[in-house]
């Protein structure tokens, strides 16, 4: 029972250059959560989506980041013309159907490196 | 060995004593909260978890205790092991089912 795969594991990028990560959530779930975690800090929420719905983008900076989760096939987290301040930690989490007392599940997450 | 959060983000404990971390919430509203572990490289683990009807709860090892007067959670670990050495995260789940994570508290256990 695979438990929630982001990739790539690594990414470096130059600034100015586009960077997807992806997120398959685990088996069962049909809820997508992003979040960022800079060196020495805590998870902070980005985005919240269901499949082919947004529910909560609160925590997305409002240009150059966007989400999105298909009908068919991975979560995307899309951050254009990178800037060296999004160098971090990129996690995804998985829940079954969003409910309020459930638990998150996390992937391994992407480490962002801008050049 | 005990945190008290923000103010102490590091603890060190011997092996095979207990460990006390630390959390303040902010969010009156919140009505589920959950410990996390982290090790160096790798995602959010879950440990336990509690709602806001209980005032504690217990798993192997672990015992999480909330107090909503004060708004104030803390996960106590029994019998310390080198393996329980990383970074312990609370989260607390506001409205609209997002959790929002502390800073988190790096505990290291000295063999």
């Known amino acids: 029972n695979a438990g929630v795969m982001q990739n790539p594991r690594h990414l470096v990028r130059r600034r100015g250059q586009e960077a997807r990560l992806r997120c398959s959530p685990m088996?069962?779930?049909?809820?997508v959560y992003w979040y960022r975690q800079l060196p020495e800090e805590g998870l902070k929420f980005m985005v919240y989506l269901q499949k082919e719905n947004i529910i909560d983008e609160s925590g997305m900076p409002k240009e150059r980041f966007s989400a999105e989760f298909p009908k068919e096939g991975p979560s995307i987290l899309r951050i254009q013309q990178v800037v060296r301040g999004d160098s971090a930690a990129y996690f995804c989490?998985?829940?079954?159907?969003?409910?309020?007392?459930?638990?998150?599940?996390f992937g391994s997450g992407t480490q962002l490196s801008v050049l | 060995g005990e945190s008290v959060g923000l103010h102490l983000p590091t603890l060190s404990v011997q092996e095979g004593d207990n460990s006390i971390i630390n959390c303040a919430y902010s969010n009156s509203a919140s009505d589920y909260f959950i410990w996390y572990k982290q090790e160096s490289g790798k995602g959010p683990q879950f440990i336990i978890d509690i709602r806001s009807n209980m005032d504690k709860r217990q798993g192997q090892r672990v015992t999480v205790l909330l107090n909503k007067t004060v708004k104030h959670l803390s996960l106590q670990i029994a019998a310390t092991q080198p393996g329980d050495s990383a970074v312990y995260f609370c989260?607390?789940?506001?409205?609209?089912?997002?959790?929002?994570f502390g800073t988190g508290t790096s505990l290291t256990v000295i063999p």
């Open positions: 989260a607390e789940n506001r409205i609209g089912n997002q959790f929002y």
């Open positions: 088996k069962g779930h049909s809820h």
């Open positions: 989490a998985s829940s079954p159907s969003g409910g309020r007392d459930e638990k998150l599940f």
